[in-house]
């Protein structure tokens, strides 16, 4: 996937700790459709660990998870069916 | 609706579980639960659901706070002895979520006001302590097509069910009166005041009671209804048994006798002796 994923909608999380930073990406999937995509931005260490993860553990598709400039992660989720 | 960042903090741990997540927590939010007694079932039902966030909790009870109820009775506390049970139970309830909405009720069930007061209500859980109160509850939850989450203590014992005979999507279940047709007469039992009990058995209970709450109000899990869980605190021993609907109730049965709600003699009198 290029660098630029058409991401249908964006989350900054970061300086959000966990769990919320997963639930917010949760409840963030539930409004949307199948097939979608969620780009999320979060920190650096337990945050990077464990929201992919915690996604994948749902049952969605993670794309693409790289590193951005100042410590914090992009993450891009495709949403299932679940 | 849209849920603060707060509340979003406060449930997190709940919306985090696949089977809540937001639309979950929507329906926790939304839903009226009636809690039949502020006493040792209703404090820690009330308690915890009002910790999952239910949006409203309607509670009933015509006693004051006494000395003797804070061995099991947790919504209440030194400090609100001789206030009233419900006002107690308000007050300890939005210290601990100001998100509930506590609807209070002083007085005691009849059959003349019972309809009115749980009408809007969608999940009744009752927690009294006498079976008058147990037979108008359930008799008035049938006509009312409610969903009643029953529970009782006595000694070391525990026994909690789930009543909707008039959900039959699992085939038919039963109504309290197709488990106990008629209250015992008075004087047979002891009741109310003279029974002793272990405090700690009415939170076993009363926080079960609020897992079927919940589990009914999302919708998910495998419910009690048809089967009579027994909790023995002496052996930690959990029975689950079946409890089928009786072809023959008066109440819920094809050819019913009872068509209207009854108001049975409350006795606390234990048999004289001799
Ligand atoms: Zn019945």
Redesign the interface.
Known sequence: MSEDAKADVKLDLSGVMC??N???T??QL??MDEGQILEVIIDEGEPVRNVPR?VKA?GHKVLELEEVPDGHYRLVIEKAD? | MA?TDEQ??RY??Q??L?EV???GQKKIAAAKVFLIGAGGLGSPSALYLASAGVGTLGIIDDDVVDLSNLQRQILHSTKTINHSKVESAEETISKMNPDVKVNKYTGRLNSENILDIIKDYDFILDGSDNFPTRFLVNDACFFLKKTLISGSIFRFEGQLTTLRPHNVENGPVPCYRCLYPEPPPPGLVPSCQEAGVLGVLAGTIGIMQAAEALKEILGIGESLAGRLLIYDALDMSFRRVRVPKNPNCHLCGPKPTIHELLDYEISCTMPSPG
Do not use: D, Q, T, W
Request: proline share 4%; glycine share 8%; hydrophobic share 45%.
């Open positions: 769990p919320m997963f639930v917010k949760k409840l539930e409004e915690s749902e679940v | 849920f979003l903090e997190s741990r919306i985090l696949k997540g937001g639309a």
